[in-house]
């Protein structure tokens, strides 16, 4: 045969005998099998966009290696040219890159989590300090929990503001919702307060001279 395989990486010499004459023998051919190649390094990659309320999945970008010889897998999935996956669901997720020009040389893995969806807070308790009178026609309520530096409020699906509490409204049902400030669209259900009526003065008084 004029092939031969499973040969070793170096330089080899090939020679060419006369059968009938096994004494007849060419001069050496050199030839150079490569080196084997090697694999990527594992990459290097980070979730650049973590879950929120209102999308539940991540991004994960491989900063390096980067170019069009190489190509991006996560999970053992089919490998892309792009070094971006989207829509990537919470916890741990193995990345691993290879040589386009030799798909064999597969990197080592790269583990990045992607965390936990955010919890929205739960409803709040909120509460009618002050019903109207006849002299102050309004009233004021007052959000008890939770609170802190983490929350801010809103009154009938307006602006969220820092303060727990909502003065001068009006008689009437008021829906109070509450949010996180380190991701603001995590809002919660809202909670129904009644701000009582306006009580009504008595009617003239009915008098006359009696002596």
């Given at each position: 045969s004029a092939t031969f395989t499973g040969v070793v990486p170096g330089t080899h010499n090939i020679t060419l005998i006369n059968s009938l004459d096994p004494t007849c023998i060419s001069a050496p051919a050199t030839v150079v099998v490569n080196a084997v190649p090697g694999a990527p390094a594992a990459p290097t990659a980070s979730v650049t966009v973590?879950?929120?309320?209102?999308?539940?999945?991540?991004?994960?970008?491989?900063?390096?290696?980067?170019?069009?010889?190489?190509?991006?897998?996560?999970?053992?999935?089919?490998?892309?040219?792009s070094a971006t996956f989207t829509n990537v669901a919470p916890g741990d997720h193995d990345i691993a890159v290879r040589n386009t020009a030799e798909p064999t040389c597969v990197s080592a893995l790269t583990t990045v989590t992607v965390n936990a969806v955010p919890t929205a807070p739960a409803a709040p308790t909120a509460s009618v300090t002050v019903q109207p009178t006849c002299a102050v026609p309004t009233g004021t309520i007052v959000v008890s929990a939770p609170t802190g530096?983490?929350?801010?409020?809103?009154?009938?699906?307006?602006?969220?503001?820092?303060?727990?509490t909502f003065t001068n409204v009006a008689p009437g049902d008021h829906d109070i919702?509450?949010?996180?400030?380190?991701?603001?669209?995590?809002?919660?259900?809202?909670?129904?307060?009644?701000?009582?009526?306006?009580?009504?003065?008595?009617?003239?008084?009915t008098a006359d001279v009696t002596v």
């Open positions: 973590q879950p929120t309320c209102a999308v539940p999945t991540g991004t994960i970008v491989v900063s390096a290696p980067t170019g069009a010889g190489f190509e991006y897998s996560i999970d053992g999935g089919a490998f892309q040219a530096a983490g929350f801010e409020y809103s009154i009938d699906g307006g602006a969220f503001q820092a303060s727990a919702t509450v949010r996180t400030t380190a991701d603001p669209s995590c809002v919660s259900a809202p909670t129904t307060v009644t701000v009582n009526a306006v009580p009504t003065p008595p009617a003239a008084p």
